[in-house]
């Protein structure tokens, strides 16, 4: 009865050996997941002609707690109708000056998809532009609690407040305030 017992530690112990290698990495990266809501400006409007336009966000996101993030530029690809498509980045930053750096709507960081935006016609020949984007970490680009963020996703709805389509001599709409909120994962390291 001895000798079965220890042979089955002996067994357990070389399955375990065997499947630490293929663990390792696993074992050390954690998936967790993410929600964020919030709105803000796009102060200078949005350029149909693809130059950069910054926007701003306040809100509230899981990891972060209240964030703010001043450093937002999209950059419209196409435009076609009353659809186009977009992509752009954004940090988010936490209250204690945490920064999770990301892109949006990029297939070069991980997006699956290229952003994409609809005007919506509302009353008195206003519009309301919907943007939807998958928001992607740039790995080694944040700090703080999220330096270690190696990978990630959330999907992103953002949604203006009623808008003229009125362009000014360099091709950019008026100002206006949207909100978002979104939801997905993040990958630490």
Request: include cysteine; charged fraction near 20%.
């Given at each position: 009865?001895?000798?079965?017992?220890?042979?089955?530690?002996?067994?357990?112990?070389?399955?375990?050996?065997?499947?630490?290698?293929?663990?390792?990495?696993?074992?050390l990266?954690?998936?967790?997941?993410?929600?964020?809501?919030?709105?803000?400006?796009?102060?200078?409007?949005?350029?149909?002609?693809?130059?950069?336009?910054?926007h701003?966000?306040?809100?509230?996101?899981?990891?972060?707690?209240?964030?703010?993030?001043?450093?937002?530029?999209?950059?419209?690809?196409?435009?076609?109708?009353?659809?186009?498509?977009?992509?752009?980045?954004?940090?988010?930053?936490?209250?204690?000056?945490?920064?999770?750096?990301?892109?949006?709507?990029?297939?070069?960081?991980?997006?699956?998809?290229?952003?994409?935006?609809?005007?919506?016609?509302?009353?008195?020949?206003?519009?309301?532009?919907?943007?939807?984007?998958?928001?992607?970490?740039?790995?080694?680009?944040?700090?703080?609690?999220?330096?270690?963020?190696?990978?990630?996703?959330?999907?992103m709805?953002?949604?203006?407040?009623?808008?003229?389509?009125?362009?000014?001599d360099?091709?950019?709409?008026?100002?206006?305030?949207?909100?978002?909120?979104?939801?997905?994962?993040?990958?630490?390291?």
């Amino acid at each position: 009865m001895l000798r079965n017992v220890k042979l089955r530690w002996l067994s357990m112990l070389c399955i375990a050996a065997l499947a630490l290698p293929g663990l390792e990495n696993s074992a050390l990266a954690q998936i967790v997941p993410f929600k964020v809501t919030g709105g803000g400006t796009a102060p200078d409007g949005l350029s149909v002609f693809g130059d950069d336009s910054m926007h701003n966000a306040t809100g509230t996101a899981t990891y972060l707690g209240k964030y703010s993030g001043n450093e937002g530029i999209a950059n419209v690809i196409s435009l076609e109708g009353l659809e186009g498509e977009f992509q752009g980045t954004f940090v988010f930053v936490a209250a204690n000056g945490d920064r999770l750096a990301c892109t949006y709507g990029d297939k070069d960081n991980g997006a699956e998809v290229q952003g994409t935006f609809s005007l919506m016609p509302v009353d008195d020949g206003k519009f309301i532009v919907v943007f939807l984007a998958e928001f992607n970490p740039i790995p080694g680009a944040s700090t703080g609690r999220f330096e270690d963020v190696i990978n990630g996703s959330f999907i992103m709805l953002a949604m203006t407040e009623p808008i003229t389509l009125d362009l000014d001599d360099d091709g950019f709409t008026v100002p206006f305030n949207y909100t978002w909120e979104g939801e997905g994962w993040i990958e630490f390291d």
